[in-house]
């Protein structure tokens, strides 16, 4: 019996393109998290560089982007999307908890998940830095969405009655400030403290800011 020829599926080694596709871009993201957070560092990695380390050829690289700049952009967020997974799974585990208990969860998690992993702190907090216009706007972008995140914490404590009523913004920024600049020199060995004592100065800090002086439940 003559056989059939099958119709072509897409698929080679058992993975279709697109799934080939992800691996190769997760690759190369492998590849840049420890050439661009450890050692040369993204100003120092070329694409031959960076190729290499991913198993990769050059061509593969520039059929997944169009320069290290773009790996760098996608690095940057897939850092800050872990970070903010991880501090919504700790205000998960706080629903109904008072504002200090879910304070304390989300910076925690937060605070572990940056610092769990040098490299990820060095990209977040480093090698975004004076990049380029665009990096910059990203940079902002993400620090803003982490500014949302605070003023919706704080319009939820308030509305509990745990927090003076206020336009929380400006304070908000400058709160992510201090975090930022505390956890890169914490992580510099400049700040000598364990992670839990940040983290503890951190939430002081944030309530300080919900709780002014003179401020109590019954205000509100």
């Known amino acids: 019996m003559a056989g059939r020829i099958k119709a072509p599926t897409g698929r080679y080694g058992g993975k279709s393109a697109e799934e080939r596709q992800a691996e190769r871009r997760r690759r190369f993201l492998d590849a840049a998290l420890q050439l661009f957070g450890d050692s040369p560092g993204y100003r120092a990695t070329t694409v031959a560089a960076l190729s290499e380390a991913a198993g990769l050829s050059t061509r593969q690289f520039y059929e997944e982007f169009r320069s290290l700049e773009d790996v760098l952009a996608a690095l940057h967020l897939q850092v800050n999307d872990w970070a903010e997974e991880a501090a919504l799974a700790g205000l998960g585990d706080m629903n109904g908890q008072p504002i200090a208990e879910r304070a304390t969860a989300a910076f925690r998690a937060y605070a572990a998940n940056v610092t769990g992993d040098p490299r990820r702190l060095r990209i977040t907090f480093v ?94």
């Open 127 to 220: 090698e975004i830095i004076g990049v380029s216009p665009r990096l910059e706007r990203q940079r902002l972008a993400r620090r803003s969405r982490w500014i949302d995140f605070i003023c919706a914490e704080a319009a939820a404590a308030v509305q509990r009655g745990e927090a003076a009523p206020r336009d929380y913004r400006v304070a908000a920024a400058a709160f992510i400030g201090s975090v930022n600049g505390l956890l890169h020199d914490w992580s510099s060995g400049w700040v000598e403290a364990s992670l839990d004592e940040v983290v503890d100065e951190l939430v002081q800090l944030l309530l300080g800011i919900l709780r002014p002086a003179g401020w109590s439940p019954a205000d509100t």
